[in-house]
């Protein structure tokens, strides 16, 4: 019976951002508590690409009354996305980070909580290939000069205003956290979704329906509750991932890298003019990377630990912190978040196939 869930780990491991294997089984065990054997079969012959039931019944060699049945409850147990366009219920695989994970919002049992962490403490370590980011990071509209020219994708409330279907839903990292006994005090409902991605969440129960003006509200609150805007790496979003640097697992993981201004997507860095700075320490509490400290009365900048983020420029009282653009700012994105997933994915694919394979 394990012969399928391996075949699956080597499924999700060609999608964005892999399913690196672990030691001890702990990877198989995972899959095990998510997918029944029948789901993760049929789940081999999903893609990234949207298709109907029918296509994939085809291929998976069973009736399409079975396979559409089998697909509607994956759907909503967050083990792959769908769509409806046109009278028409379409089905796509989805990655395990950003994807099926995420998806489990509202399944965090203790025994999936327990496979997980087993799962990522005994990942194997191997050389990935660098690939673009799932997100990106973008300030909040007031901390950017209206002197800075800023692109469509720059703009979050830009970014909002491209949609027509909002939906919100807690946030998986600090919904993770508090389930374990830790985290933190900033608010839980800040996933903000959008299009398909929207539907799809209310469709499934993971969140619920919000209009335009309660999206803008959201963002002004995340700002104020120190969070980091982290939309996905597209022209047109899927979702804003509001962040802490305690709780969020792409946050920590920039924490650690020894230049986060150059581990993050972002089109903007910070400058620091010591000779406004009044010493009120606002920037200090605020820097989700630790890039501004303070030692007595020393406030020291270090430019490459900023990603950009504009948490200290947007309260800092007298302009000693502004946003500049990154010399590096890519000319155009993906168009979608889906479009992301398949440019990862291929260069993901090109890369190992260098090496051999996945």
Same mark, same amino acid.
């Given at each position: ?121 005994? #990942? *194997? $370590? ?8 799932? %997100?990106?990071?973008? /300030?909040? =509209? ?72 309660? #999206? *803008? $509200? ?8 120190? %969070?980091?805007?982290? /939309?996905? =790496? ?125």
């Amino acid at each position: 019976m394990d012969e399928v869930y391996r075949r699956l780990a080597e499924h999700l491991d060609r999608l964005p951002d892999g399913f690196a294997p672990s030691e001890g089984g702990a990877d198989i065990r995972l899959l095990k508590r998510l997918f029944t054997p029948e789901e993760a079969e049929l789940a081999l012959h999903l893609t990234l690409e949207r298709e109907e039931a029918g296509a994939i019944a085809a291929r998976a060699g069973m009736a399409e009354e079975e396979a559409e049945r089998r697909l509607e409850e994956m759907a909503r147990k967050g083990l792959i996305f769908s769509a409806e366009a046109e009278g028409r219920v379409l089905y796509q695989a989805a990655p395990f980070v950003i994807g099926i994970y995420e998806f489990q919002v509202n399944r965090l049992s203790d025994g999936f909580l327990r496979d997980l962490g087993e799962y990522w403490g005994t #990942v *194997k $370590e191997r050389d990935e290939p660098r690939t673009m980011s799932q %997100l990106r990071t973008v /300030p909040i =509209n007031e901390s950017v000069d209206t002197r800075l020219e800023v692109l469509p994708y720059e703009n979050v409330y830009a970014l909002v205003e491209a949609h027509d279907r909002f939906a919100v839903a807690p946030c998986i990292c600090r919904s993770r956290a508090r389930r374990l006994g830790s985290g933190c005090d900033a608010p839980v409902e800040t996933c903000l979704i959008f299009g398909d991605f929207a539907d799809y969440y209310v469709r499934t129960g993971q969140g619920r329906r919000i209009t335009k003006a309660e #999206v *803008k $509200e959201l963002l002004v609150k995340a700002d104020e509750a120190n %969070l980091v805007l982290n /939309p996905t =790496n597209s022209m047109l979003v899927s979702a804003i991932c509001c962040c802490c640097g305690c709780c969020c697992g792409i946050l920590r993981g920039l924490k650690y890298a020894p230049k986060p201004a150059e581990a993050v997507a972002s089109s903007f860095i910070a400058e620091y003019d010591d000779s406004t700075c009044i010493r009120c320490l606002k920037c200090v509490d605020r820097c989700q990377m630790d890039a501004i400290t303070a030692d007595g009365g020393d406030i020291k900048f270090n430019r490459d630990r900023c990603i950009g983020c504009g948490l200290c420029v947007s309260t800092c009282p007298t302009g000693a912190l502004r946003l500049v653009r990154k010399p590096d700012t890519p000319e155009r994105l993906p168009e979608t978040f889906f479009d992301t997933w398949r440019t990862i994915a291929k260069q993901r694919a090109t890369a190992h196939a260098g090496e051999g394979g996945l």
